[in-house]
Nanobody, 132 residues
Framework: QVQLVESGGGLVQTGGLLKLSCAVSGGTFSIYAMGWFRQTPGKDREFVAVISENGRSSYYADSVKGRFTISRDNAKNAIYLQMNSLKPEDTAVYYC?????????????????????????WGQGTQVTVSS
């Protein structure tokens, strides 16, 4: 069974930065596209960023583009989310997720990576709080 464990969340002031990590175990890491989502109380889980199986493709929500960077290290079975210029509206529980879709996803024009239902495995989440 694939397990995902997030870390790195915390409390930061507006304009600050944080780096989230997600450690993956129990599967062949390199076959999974990896995504970050976030959720606030009473709202649906929101897509933040995704990175392809080989790390060559990545996509971001408009709300974080230019501020957040997703990366992966297939040798360490881990992904990361570098979050800069944080805003109070970035406050949420952040989740990493793994989806097994295959390479055609990245040139087919599909937006499946934005749909939380397309992912197969999820972490437990880590809280990020940005104070104003």
């Amino acid at each position: 069974q694939v397990q995902l464990v997030e870390s790195g969340g915390g409390l930061v002031q507006t304009g600050g930065l944080l780096k989230l990590s997600c450690a993956v175990s129990g599967g062949t890491f390199s076959i999974y596209a990896m995504g970050w989502f976030r959720q606030t109380p009473g709202k649906d889980r929101e897509f933040v960023a995704v990175i392809s199986e080989n790390g060559r493709s990545s996509y971001y929500a408009d709300s974080v583009k230019g501020r957040f960077t997703i990366s992966r290290d297939n040798a360490k079975n881990a992904i990361y989310l570098q979050m800069n210029s944080l805003k109070p509206e970035d406050t949420a529980v952040y989740y990493c997720a793994a989806g097994q879709w295959g390479p055609t996803t990245w040139y087919s024009g599909s937006y499946r990576y934005m749909d939380s239902g397309e992912y197969d495995y999820w972490g437990q989440g880590t809280q990020v709080t940005v104070s104003s």
